[in-house]
């Protein structure tokens, strides 16, 4: 399990999946704003955070189904097959990858893992050449394309660039302390 | 929705840039806790009910005798509305703690850079205890390096020089250094000792100049 604490793990499981209530429950009116019984019948369907999806999952009251994107057949997986590197997974969700590991045991589809690790392999070599080769003050157009953890990778390979450009250069090797910005007071 | 707020409080810290402290959002804080409070409120009748439920359950079995459909129903359905506010109550936890901690994590570092001075516009983001929390931390480091006579906060990057070159960017005025009494003028250019300057550099009073 990741860490407690890590805010893309808690973010991650925050992604909504469609849901379908096996039992009825009492007391969560909130979910179902349809009716006032202050209650969800059997047979409802909800759309729920997957930290609530997964546990309900597991003990049986709810059937959780996987968001479109990871449906056999479904637009995305058709075009991560055409032309991984340029699809908009971020639009379709930030933490595709980390909600992908948590989703395949859940639901028992075994076409997830390798869809995922042909998806992340064609664009982490794409993602790679870019960091290294863009120009660093302009942020390019298709970072907008990545998800969350491809961002990441992204920046560590361009500071990575930056880093051995500064030790071949040579620069200031003391600086001050990120904390207080990078604003420099005017200078009168 | 449930959780709601709690994923905000985190995504506000994850949207800040790293490293970099905003301010203590007192107000989604204390509204994530009320929201703890009214899943608590409705756990407790859910969990009466089921009592009420299990002791009839109890009863039943002695004359071995079993629930009737509807009660049996009705405890499932206390039960999932149970544990759904249950595990609502554990992810506001959750998102509470992530987002002390990862501050908690930052102010740590705090007393690294920047020693025991707390520069006005961090002070104001701090809430009252996390103020408390960089004091104290900011008092056991010195303690510590008292104990082994050795300022830790010193070259945290390896040194290749004793001196260098420093512009000061504020005036600070007359100092006694280690080796020497200098007037820190703004904008004077000097060669220190790598010591001295270092924990000015850190609070942004000078740069390193590189020729």
Redesign the interface.
Known sequence: MAN?????D??AE?EILPAVFQ??????G??DSSDDTN?VGAGSKVEL?F??AR??HL?G?VSIDVPPYFKKISRTRKEIGADAAHVDLRSRCQYFYELGLKIAPLVGDKTIGPFLLVAFQTRYKEVLVKAHTAASAVAPKHLTLLTNEETKLYEAGQSSTAAFKKWRM????????????RK??PIE | MYGKKGSELVKELASSEPGQLSAFNNDLFSQVIEECTGHLLHLGPLIRKIEELKKVEERRKINKQELEESDKMALKANNSGALIHHLSLLRNKRCLMAYVYNRAEIIQSLGWTLERVLPEEIEEKLSSSEKEYFKNHGATLQSYMSELDIDLAVDMVPPKDPYIKVRVLDDIGNVVLSDQSANLARHAILFLRRTDAEQYISQGLMEELTS
């Not at chain 1, 039992?23 to 969560?28: H, N, R, S, Y």
């Open positions: 407690y604490y890590d805010i893309d808690v973010l925050e039992q009825a429950a009492d007391g969560v909130l979910l209650k955070p930290w609530l546990d309900l003990r009251v040579g620069g200031p090797r003391l600086q001050k302390a990120t904390v207080l910005g420099r007071k």
